[in-house]
């Protein structure tokens, strides 16, 4: 049974910064691109941050140049770096990857329980 955990959320105010972490664990024979979504209360899920496995980045716009995803390949851990952050920014931030269990299974997509990052004006 593979599975995503995240952790690192929590209350921050205004300006200050946090850093998800999400470590996958399991059976797993390869990892993809890894990534961060989240989902404020009343909005859909949107991405936030998506990294490859050769490290290729791309960011939604509302956080370009104040988030910074990356990626540990040996710990199949992906990190997500959040300054200057909006009260904007209040969401449950998922964790996503996709996946290869074992070496000829098709890509899986797999999330995370999801942690609860708070910004308080």
């Known amino acids: 049974q593979v599975q995503l955990v995240e952790s690192g959320g929590g209350l921050v105010q205004a300006g200050g910064s946090l850093r998800l972490s999400c470590a996958a664990s399991?059976?797993?024979?390869?990892?993809?691109?890894m990534g961060w979504y989240r989902q404020a209360p009343g909005k859909e899920r949107e991405l936030v941050a998506r990294?490859?496995?050769?490290?290729?980045?791309n960011y939604a716009d509302s956080v370009q140049g104040r988030f910074t995803i990356s990626r540990d390949n040996a710990k199949n851990t992906v990190y997500l770096e959040m300054n200057s952050l909006k009260p904007e920014d209040t969401a449950v931030y998922y964790c996503?990857?996709?996946?290869?269990?074992?070496?000829?299974?098709?890509?899986?997509?797999?999330w995370g329980q999801g942690t609860l990052v708070t910004v308080s004006s």
């Open positions: 399991g059976s797993i024979f390869s990892i993809n691109a």
């Open positions: 990294i490859t496995s050769s490290g290729s980045t």
């Open positions: 996503n990857a996709d996946h290869r269990p074992k070496r000829y299974d098709s890509l899986l997509e797999l």
